[in-house]
């Protein structure tokens, strides 16, 4: 499971489960098990997408490889550390201190560590917010808190259920989508970043799903001089960043 050692979030057994999201308590994901043939966990799982929380349907052996307690009556909850937000509130964050948005897009980073790291960078280089896919996806969870030095609790971070429908309605609102890929002929130190720039970065593995490479504007690559041809996906999100944070501020 992705948040196997991520137990400090966890929130275990129908009656805390409840409790928790009674209070409105941010969750960042509900794994449980059969709720449709169980009237109490098939309450859960309803009130839990009600607050927007990403339901994982699993089987028993999962929960238990993930649970901390062994008590955790088929429903675990993963807490996270805040409320996400829209992407239409992280461009009124821009919009309110009179600056081009400058907005990163995660497409699926399932490494808390390397999420972290990235929202770290993020918050260093004065971008307004993250996005997130809901599904496949590191969330906003303890350890991801921790890695980011803490800076999961000050940067916005919207989650959302289709990546390449925020692309779209990112560039229908003016930003340019630019999109990170090794191949691609653009290089980083050759393209303009400056202006309203939302910066797509891709999973771990595979890079760039094929409908979000599809939604992007101009692909760029970070030239390579090694004899290994790649970065990490938080490494290369700084070096590219970076370069956007230069660029704004040097105006060339």
């Keep these: 499971m992705p948040f196997e050692n991520d137990r400090e979030g966890l929130i275990e057994g129908r009656n805390a489960v409840l409790e928790a999201l009674r209070a409105g308590r941010p969750i960042d994901k509900l794994y449980i098990v059969n709720q449709n043939a169980d009237r109490s966990l098939s309450r ?5 997408r009600e607050a927007g929380t990403v339901v994982v349907p699993c089987d028993r052996r999962k929960l238990d490889t993930l649970s901390a307690t062994g ?13 996400y937000c829209s992407p239409d ?19 699926e980073i399932t490494d808390p560590h390397n999420l972290g790291a990235i929202l770290r960078t993020a918050e260093c280089v004065g971008a307004h917010g993250v996005i997130l896919p ?22 916005l971070v919207a989650r959302v259920p289709n990546l390449p429908t925020a692309l779209k309605n990112l560039r229908e609102r003016g930003l340019w989508i630019f999109g990170t890929d090794a191949n691609a002929k653009s290089a ?19 890079g760039m799903g094929r409908l979000v490479r599809e939604n992007c504007d101009v692909l760029v690559s970070i ?30």
């Design 134 to 155: 809901k599904r496949r996806s590191a969330g906003l969870t303890a350890i991801v808190d921790k890695t980011s030095a803490g800076a999961a609790e000050h940067m």
């Design 188 to 206: 980083l130190w050759d393209t303009d970043l400056r202006g309203p720039v939302c910066l797509v970065i891709g999973s771990e593995g595979d």
């Design 44 to 48: 859960l799982a309803a009130l839990a």
């Design 89 to 107: 509130d992280i461009l009124a964050l821009a919009e309110s201190r009179n600056e081009d948005p400058f907005v990163i897009v995660c497409d």
């Design 71 to 83: 008590a955790h009556q088929g429903v675990i909850a993963l807490g996270a550390v805040r409320e």
């Design 223 to 252: 030239p390579m001089y090694g004899k290994i041809s790649s970065l990490n996906a938080s490494a290369a999100s700084a070096v590219v960043m970076y370069e956007v944070l230069r660029q704004r501020c040097h105006h060339v």
